[in-house]
Nanobody, 121 residues
Framework: QVQLVESGGGLVQAGGSLRLSCAASGTIFSTYTMGWYRQAPGKQRELVADISYGGITNYTDSVKGRFTISGDNAKNTVYLQMNNVKPEDTAVYYC???????????????WGKGTLVTVSS
């Protein structure tokens, strides 16, 4: 059973910084991609950033230049460094990995339960 646990959320003032972490546990043969999504109240969940096993990153336009995603494949851990945060970044942030596990040999998505980030103006 794969479990993802996010940490690092909280309250931060606009212009400040926050670093989110997500650690995956359980039997994981390989991780193809790791990523962060967010869901603001009344809105759909959206991709914030993701990173491939080879280190290729992808960001949604609204966070480019402000957020940085990084990963440690050996530890199945992914980070999101959030700088110059804005009130519109307020959301629950979810970690997701696409990985090969004993129960899903061809790969499957696994989600964390989320961590709340609140940015005050």
């Amino acid at each position: 059973q794969v479990q993802l646990v996010e940490s690092g959320g909280g309250l931060v003032q606009a212009g400040g910084s926050l670093r989110l972490s997500c650690a995956a546990s359980g039997t994981i043969f390989s991780t193809y991609t790791m990523g962060w999504y967010r869901q603001a109240p009344g809105k759909q969940r959206e991709l914030v950033a993701d990173i491939s096993y080879g280190g290729i990153t992808n960001y949604t336009d609204s966070v480019k230049g402000r957020f940085t995603i990084s990963g440690d494949n050996a530890k199945n851990t992914v980070y999101l460094q959030m700088n110059n945060v804005k009130p519109e970044d307020t959301a629950v942030y979810y970690c997701k990995i696409y990985a090969k596990t004993p129960g899903n040999f061809y790969g499957a998505n696994y989600w964390g339960k989320g961590t709340l980030v609140t940015v005050s103006s």
